[in-house]
């Protein structure tokens, strides 16, 4: 099987697929409105140059993962600015939190939860904290919590949460090994957690699983998320298994097309869809999105 690859204009209008399909609309927090059910985790990774102020307009509970709250804090020139920015809560072993940051936000409302277990990152802690906020049990996490491994236990003990959207500030660049435990982390907690999907948000990029089956990802138009190519770049990465694609959308369309790891790989392609563009994949595969914004917005 060698697959089709079919070259599209720049501008290609797509419609949304009829049969049964998965709609994703990662780009919503470019509308400066609120996106329903969702949270934004701070890693802690630099967010100077992310489009901070839409990833926090757009979300109602903000998560700081240990030193993400460090990144928060000096994000700030004084407080007056700082104080429009209070994270609801900070989890992790706080190995990286400083003291000044715990004591600010401590007065400032927020709850501060140490999580002491070295089986989990600061980031897997975070999602539970989210996962939490989106079940029965969130009242849990205003009272005290067992700080070596009780966020695990607390979420084991209610069932699955309702659906919602997980916007991640970081996590990207920097340390490769880092930025590969995030990529790994779509996987894993696509299959701990199916019901959340998560959006990393770097300074070139968004990145996120396009599950095993048809997906419409879907957005108002192509300049909400890139007004300075109008073919913004994209890649479809398959990090887990060998899988077959077919896509309606793109700059190099490609129809029951092998990708994996060290065969073909579609890097450097390109969105042409100007409302949404259609990903067929026969397993789950990771799709970055070149993305661009106004440097130093708050």
């Known amino acids: 099987m060698s697959g089709v690859v079919v070259e599209r204009p720049d501008d290609y209008v797509v419609e949304e697929p009829q049969k049964n399909h998965l709609t994703l609309e990662p780009f919503n927090f470019y509308t400066n409105q609120l996106v329903q059910k969702a949270v934004l ?20 509970v903000r998560i700081c993962a240990d030193g993400g709250a460090n990144r928060l804090y000096y994000r700030f020139i004084n407080d007056q600015e700082r104080e429009r920015y209070i994270p609801d809560f900070i989890v992790g ?28 990152t600061d980031f897997m802690k975070a999602i539970e904290v989210a996962v939490l906020m989106h079940t029965s049990g969130k009242d849990d996490l205003y009272k005290p919590v067992d700080d070596d491994n009780g966020l695990s236990h607390l979420v084991k003990k209610y069932e699955q949460s309702e659906p919602f959207t997980a916007y991640v500030a970081g996590g990207i660049g920097g340390r490769f090994d880092q930025t590969f435990h995030s990529i790994n982390l779509l996987y894993s907690t696509k299959a701990e957690f199916p019901q959340i999907r998560i959006f990393f948000v770097s300074d070139t990029d968004l990145i996120f699983l396009v599950p095993e089956g048809t997906t419409y990802v879907k957005y108002a138009s192509k300049k909400l998320f890139n007004q300075h190519d109008p073919v913004p770049k994209l890649g479809l990465l398959p990090f887990g298994k060998r899988v077959v694609l077919s896509t309606v959308g793109l700059k190099y369309d490609v129809q029951d097309w092998v990708s994996e790891v060290g065969a073909n790989v579609s890097t450097s392609n390109g969105v042409s869809g100007t409302t949404g563009f259609v990903v067929d994949t026969s397993d789950d595969i990771v799709v970055n999105v070149e993305i661009s914004h106004v440097v130093g917005q708050v």
């Open 41 to 60: 985790i701070i890693l802690n990774t630099p967010i100077e140059k992310l489009p901070f102020h839409q990833l926090w307009s757009c979300t109602s």
């Open 93 to 120: 072993d706080l190995d990286s939190l400083r003291e000044e940051v715990r004591q600010y936000y401590l007065l400032k409302g927020t709850v501060v939860l140490p999580q002491y277990t070295q089986y989990a």
